[in-house]
């Protein structure tokens, strides 16, 4: 790519080996400008974890282990060009709608990632023409507490499509989080619990975060879901760059010493041998 985002790729490449922390979020947001732009809020907002979430995982991941990518719920890329751009083989799945437009199909092609529309999780027909051990990596991001079906049939495809020695990267907000308890005093008496029912009216159903976790549960979900998945969690609080890092010393404090309070969990599920599959049933 002739752009300055492109030339700054290959400088980054030529001082040794490329990761996250190499790149601030203005240099990142020149590859979507480029191709028509993105969500830059939300792209702004949500840089941290992308980049950590790439870090975390850099940092137990050998390239010799696999590198080809499925990321389910890719949304703009924001996540799956991180991967691109570091030599993974991605493939992005998400609503066909969200893919079809202009500006993430031009991203897509510029940076050989795969699109893959799926429109329904719950029954995901599109992933049925893939090979079994498909991939190497799945990346679920911020998705999990956005599930208002039944996952178990979804599970069984990506566990279909997860080569042994494969890893699953979960990311999700922390239902013991600081804010996430804040925001739930304000309702106060009466208001009842989970989301209120403005968000429920006034936006689409995938939209909500109709279930957050806390580590002990997402623990004990994969290892319902199949014996073969070895799971880590990790509580983790994604601190920006720039002038705002230092608001707020105190609270970032308290976080540090008291780990249930942080923002979010970073779970890493390993799946080293296919022996059981998924061996739970849902029954009405």
Wanted: net charge positive; aromatic share 10%; with cysteine.
């Amino acid at each position: 790519m002739g752009s300055a985002a492109g030339r700054r790729k290959g400088r980054w490449r030529g001082v040794g080996a490329w990761h996250p922390s190499a790149m601030r979020f203005d240099q990142y947001l020149e590859y979507f400008r480029a191709c028509g732009g993105t969500d830059d809020g939300y792209l702004r907002g949500h840089w941290p974890r992308f980049r950590n979430t790439k870090a975390r995982f850099d940092a137990r991941w050998d390239k010799a282990n696999g590198t080809r990518v499925l990321d389910v719920g890719a949304h703009w890329l924001h996540q799956a060009l991180l991967f691109a751009l570091d030599g993974y083989q991605v493939t992005a799945s998400d609503f066909g709608d969200q893919l079809r437009r202009p500006n993430v199909a031009r991203l897509a092609a510029a940076h050989g990632i795969a699109l893959l529309g799926n429109d329904d999780l719950e029954h995901p027909a599109a992933f049925s023409h893939l090979p079994d051990d498909a991939f190497d990596v799945i990346l679920f991001g911020e998705i999990i507490e956005h599930i208002t079906f039944n996952p178990v049939p979804m599970w069984r495809e990506l566990h279909r499509l997860l080569a042994p020695g494969g890893r699953i990267v979960v990311t999700t907000p922390n239902y013991y989080a600081l804010a996430a308890a804040r925001r739930r005093l304000r309702r106060g008496l009466g208001d009842g619990g989970g989301i209120p029912v403005e968000e429920i009216l006034a936006y689409r159903t995938h939209g909500h975060h109709w279930k957050e976790y806390s580590a002990r549960e997402l623990r004990r979900y994969f290892a319902l879901l199949s014996p073969d998945f070895h799971v880590r969690v990790a509580l983790v609080e994604d601190e920006a760059d720039g002038p705002h890092a230092r608001r707020h010393l105190p609270v970032r404090m308290l976080k540090r010493a008291i780990p249930w309070l942080r923002s979010r969990l970073h779970m890493e599920v390993d799946l080293p041998e296919k022996r059981h599959g998924i061996v739970i049933e849902p029954h009405w």
